[in-house]
């Protein structure tokens, strides 16, 4: 049945007050963000069927995903999650799911931090394009200018290493150079100067070789380069202007936080709360941020492109751009439906996918986080202005199929006929 004129009015006054109630709201409050509305100027008339179908929309994605969550808790397939969803300028969805530590009253929640690996080399990536358009630093500028003991072979090929290479894992070193040395502790000095007893397997440029030892040394280029630690350039740069009021990246903050979530490893038939430990620290570039759903839910937002007062979005789109090739079909994400093909760019990986038979191909910018415990995945599509992040706080399969099964869920809401909607959300 369709709505009536007072139920149309109503909603939209109500809709309008949660929009200037939340415009006031303080952006250290605890209470989840429950919605984001469709901007509006004054001189525009309101459109009721977009906003209903706006709140429509919003509510059955919250259902679905939030009923996706818990019947994964339910199994035992996950301890806890933080989601979440935006669209445009509007956070869709934003929420936690189950506990943040196993066997407490502790709930995830919106606000609940994570650990999150190497989705902290998408900020990498995105901060160097910044200091590009700068002038503060050089795509082709060679590592060793910043590290005079490094050394990847020759002398001709360590000064062909950049910090194109070093943010692509196109410098040629074998897969996971050393990553154990980050994993001890060993500082990025040291670490750079134990190059020099790795043979290459590529000339720079030319072979994806994952590497986390070898990013993180861009962390160090970029402090030289503005003179400041990089934790204070992302606060300045990202996490402050953009509200992160969680985002945090050293393990004596982290320590003392209230709502942080513990990583889990399997016990038995359940699991069991590990600590948190202190690795990838000494290496923030390549996986030592942590942050909550919200804070990155607004991340996504930024990085479609709504906040060009603090990057143009031209300087914004170069951390996506294709470097390298990913061969192969081995990896989780060469298996998803319609997956066409996969690149590296600036800590981004970038795939082209089908979403059918005879459909156009479309993009995704993704990578995938693993540490302490902890596996996250956190993906954008451009064409769609839509961004899905997912935090969890133990090592699951789900992981490796999240991405695609949300991108369904919400895709079927959003192709969802008004018909469909009429019967199935309004009524008198």
């Given at each position: 049945?369709?709505?009536?004129?007072?139920?149309?009015?109503?909603?939209?006054?109500?809709?309008?007050?949660?929009?200037?109630?939340?415009?006031?709201?303080?952006?250290?409050?605890?209470?989840?963000?429950?919605?984001?509305?469709?901007?509006?100027?004054?001189?525009?008339?309101?459109?009721?069927?977009?906003?209903?179908?706006?709140?429509?929309?919003?509510?059955?994605?919250?259902?679905?995903?939030?009923?996706?969550?818990?019947?994964?808790?339910?199994?035992?397939?996950?301890?806890?999650?933080?989601?979440?969803?935006?669209?445009?300028?509007?956070?869709?969805?934003?929420?936690?799911?189950?506990?943040?530590?196993?066997?407490?009253?502790?709930?995830?929640?919106?606000?609940?931090?994570?650990?999150?690996?190497?989705?902290?080399?998408?900020?990498?990536?995105?901060?160097?394009?910044?200091?590009?358009?700068?002038g503060?630093?050089?795509?082709?500028?060679?590592?060793?200018?910043?590290?005079?003991?490094?050394?990847?072979?020759t002398?001709?090929?360590?000064?062909?290493?950049?910090?194109?290479?070093?943010?692509?894992?196109?410098?040629?070193?074998?897969?996971?150079?050393?990553?154990?040395?980050?994993?001890?502790?060993?500082?990025?000095?040291?670490?750079?100067?134990?190059?020099?007893?790795v043979?290459?397997?590529?000339?720079?440029?030319?072979?994806y070789?994952?590497?986390?030892?070898?990013?993180?040394?861009?962390?160090?280029?970029?402090?030289?380069a503005?003179?400041?630690?990089?934790?204070?350039?992302?606060?300045?740069?990202?996490?402050?202007?953009?509200?992160?009021?969680?985002?945090?990246?050293d393990?004596?903050?982290?320590q003392?936080?209230?709502?942080?979530a513990?990583?889990?490893?399997?016990?038995?038939?359940?699991?069991?709360?590990?600590?948190?430990?202190?690795?990838?620290?000494?290496?923030?570039?390549?996986?030592?941020?942590?942050?909550?759903?919200?804070?990155?839910a607004?991340?996504?937002?930024?990085?479609?492109?709504?906040?060009?007062?603090?990057?143009?979005?031209?300087?914004?789109?170069?951390?996506?751009?294709?470097?390298?090739?990913?061969k192969?079909?081995?990896?989780?994400?060469?298996?998803?439906?319609?997956?066409?093909?996969?690149?590296?760019?600036?800590?981004?990986?970038?795939?082209?996918?089908?979403?059918?038979?005879?459909?156009?191909?479309?993009?995704?910018?993704?990578?995938?986080?693993?540490?302490?415990?902890?596996?996250?995945?956190?993906?954008?599509?451009?064409?769609?202005?839509l961004?899905?992040?997912?935090?969890?706080?133990?090592?699951?399969?789900?992981?490796?199929?999240?991405?695609?099964?949300?991108?369904?869920?919400?895709?079927?809401?959003?192709?969802?006929?008004?018909?469909?909607?009429?019967?199935?959300?309004?009524?008198?």
């Amino acid at each position: 049945m369709r709505p009536s004129k007072s139920l149309w009015q109503f909603l939209i006054v109500l809709l309008l007050m949660v929009g200037l109630v939340m415009s006031g709201n303080n952006p250290d409050s605890r209470e989840p963000v429950k919605e984001v509305a469709i901007s509006k100027t004054h001189k525009e008339p309101i459109n009721t069927e977009e906003l209903l179908r706006y709140s429509w929309q919003r509510e059955e994605i919250s259902r679905a995903i939030t009923a996706y969550f818990e019947r994964a808790v339910a199994t035992g397939k996950i301890v806890g999650a933080g989601v979440s969803i935006v669209r445009g300028d509007s956070i869709l969805y934003s929420e936690g799911i189950g506990e943040s530590e196993v066997g407490t009253d502790q709930k995830v929640d919106a606000h609940t931090i994570f650990r999150l690996g190497s989705l902290s080399k998408g900020f990498t990536g995105v901060l160097a394009a910044k200091l590009v358009e700068e002038g503060k630093l050089g795509w082709n500028d060679e590592v060793r200018e910043y590290f005079p003991s490094f050394r990847l072979g020759t002398s001709a090929n360590t000064d062909q290493v950049t910090l194109k290479n070093v943010l692509s894992h196109t410098s040629g070193a074998p897969y996971h150079s050393f990553t154990n040395l980050v994993e001890a502790g060993l500082s990025l000095d040291q670490i750079a100067g134990r190059f020099k007893e790795v043979k290459p397997i590529s000339a720079p440029g030319t072979l994806y070789s994952y590497q986390n030892a070898l990013f993180a040394l861009s962390g160090a280029m970029m402090q030289q380069a503005t003179g400041e630690d990089m934790a204070i350039t992302l606060k300045n740069t990202f996490f402050d202007p953009l509200g992160m009021c969680s985002a945090v990246t050293d393990h004596e903050t982290m320590q003392t936080m209230q709502n942080v979530a513990f990583p889990h490893v399997k016990w038995r038939r359940g699991w069991r709360v590990k600590k948190l430990n202190d690795h990838y620290y000494n290496a923030l570039a390549a996986g030592g941020i942590n942050a909550s759903t919200l804070d990155m839910a607004k991340w996504m937002r930024f990085l479609l492109g709504h906040h060009s007062e603090i990057m143009d979005k031209s300087a914004l789109n170069e951390a996506f751009q294709p470097v390298v090739e990913i061969k192969g079909r081995s990896k989780y994400y060469q298996r998803w439906p319609g997956h066409i093909s996969s690149h590296y760019g600036y800590g981004w990986r970038i795939h082209k996918f089908r979403e059918g038979f005879g459909q156009e191909i479309r993009t995704m910018w993704h990578h995938g986080g693993s540490v302490n415990n902890f596996r996250n995945e956190i993906a954008l599509y451009p064409e769609d202005d839509l961004g899905i992040c997912v935090l969890l706080n133990s090592p699951s399969r789900i992981a490796s199929h999240v991405i695609p099964d949300l991108y369904q869920i919400i895709t079927e809401v959003l192709q969802s006929e008004p018909v469909e909607m009429a019967a199935t959300h309004f009524h008198e």
